[in-house]
């Protein structure tokens, strides 16, 4: 671990980030270029005594962990990120089996967006990002690790996290769940892809019987209907920004014309992100 370079490369690529490239105002009161210690701190959700620490080379070797919350503060490149798990003293994420670095260019829209619902998700349903209207709406979704941190697992594994949805929508959310699915495995042709289908085959009998008639579609655009305990049912237009290589998707959830919607999602917005449900 270089921590003298780890705190010099830490200080400059704070340094360099504009305030509205992560969606903070930029304000003349500012007296030093790029964001503040406390910002990151904040977007990284870490301690500001902690990154302070790092950026002062008096800190502790960071977890793999604190790293990616890091790198995704920064706004860090794929090259820039594996630079950091060096100094660092880790080995860098194997780039062919780990699509846990949300592209700047994702994470750039997803901080301008505050009145609609927002995440970047991976194509096997894997919540890497989310704005505060969108935890607000669906919960912390990234809290989930492991198999369960898809979407589409959970759909057909754990029964909450249909709670959420109107049960006359269930049967039509599955079906494009797993269309989606199919041709995310065929795209993707790896080992993380056919390890949730096969632990979905052996889970669910509803999920065999669906992956077993062979549909493909790929999810562009839709309508969702989400039941929330605090403001009631919200009907919402999804629709699916791409990187280039249809690893990552950017979420965007916007009320369905001639619905409550707006309304109510003013409302969630006013009262601030609530805890996790699904």
């Known amino acids: 671990m270089d921590t003298r370079q780890l705190a010099d490369f830490l200080r400059v690529r704070r340094?360099?980030?504009?305030?509205?490239?992560?969606?903070?105002?930029?304000?003349?009161?500012?007296?030093?270029?790029?964001?503040?210690?406390?910002?990151?701190?904040?977007?990284?959700?870490?301690?500001?005594?902690?990154?302070?620490?790092?950026?002062?080379?008096?800190?502790?070797?960071?977890?793999?962990?604190?790293?990616?919350?890091?790198?995704?503060?920064?706004?860090?490149?794929?090259?820039?990120?594996?630079?950091?798990?060096?100094?660092?003293?880790?080995?860098?994420?194997?780039?062919?089996?780990?699509?846990?670095h949300v592209a700047p260019s994702l994470l750039g829209v997803l901080d301008r967006l505050y009145d609609v619902p927002a995440q970047v998700m991976t194509d096997l349903g894997v919540t890497l990002a989310q704005n505060d209207l969108a935890r607000a709406v669906f919960g912390d979704l990234t809290r989930h690790t492991g198999t369960t941190g898809s979407v589409i697992y959970r759909w057909f594994t754990d029964?909450?996290?249909?709670?959420?949805?109107?049960?006359?929508?269930?049967?039509?959310?599955?079906?494009?769940?797993?269309?989606?699915?199919?041709?995310?495995?065929?795209?993707?042709?790896?080992?993380?892809?056919?390890?949730?289908?096969?632990?979905?085959?052996?889970?669910?009998p509803e999920f065999a019987a669906l992956w077993s008639l062979h549909a493909v579609g790929v999810m562009r655009s839709r309508r969702k209907r989400i039941q929330h305990p605090e403001v009631g049912l919200l009907e919402l237009d999804c629709q699916v920004l791409v990187d280039e290589e249809r690893i990552q998707i950017l979420a965007l959830f916007t009320p369905a014309p001639g619905t409550p919607a707006a309304e109510r999602l003013a409302l969630l917005g006013a009262l601030g992100p609530v805890a996790a449900r699904r």
């Open 159 to 204: 029964p909450a996290t249909r709670a959420g949805y109107p049960v006359q929508d269930h049967a039509t959310e599955s079906q494009a769940l797993v269309a989606d699915l199919r041709a995310a495995v065929v795209r993707r042709d790896d080992a993380p892809a056919k390890d949730l289908v096969a632990r979905l085959l052996e889970a669910s």
């Open 15 to 100: 340094e360099a980030l504009d305030p509205k490239e992560v969606g903070l105002p930029h304000t003349a009161r500012r007296r030093t270029p790029g964001l503040r210690r406390e910002e990151v701190a904040r977007l990284a959700d870490i301690s500001a005594d902690y990154y302070t620490r790092l950026e002062q080379d008096r800190a502790p070797q960071p977890s793999v962990a604190v790293l990616r919350s890091i790198t995704r503060a920064l706004r860090l490149t794929l090259d820039e990120r594996d630079h950091l798990f060096r100094l660092a003293g880790h080995q860098p994420p194997d780039r062919t089996r780990s699509d846990e």
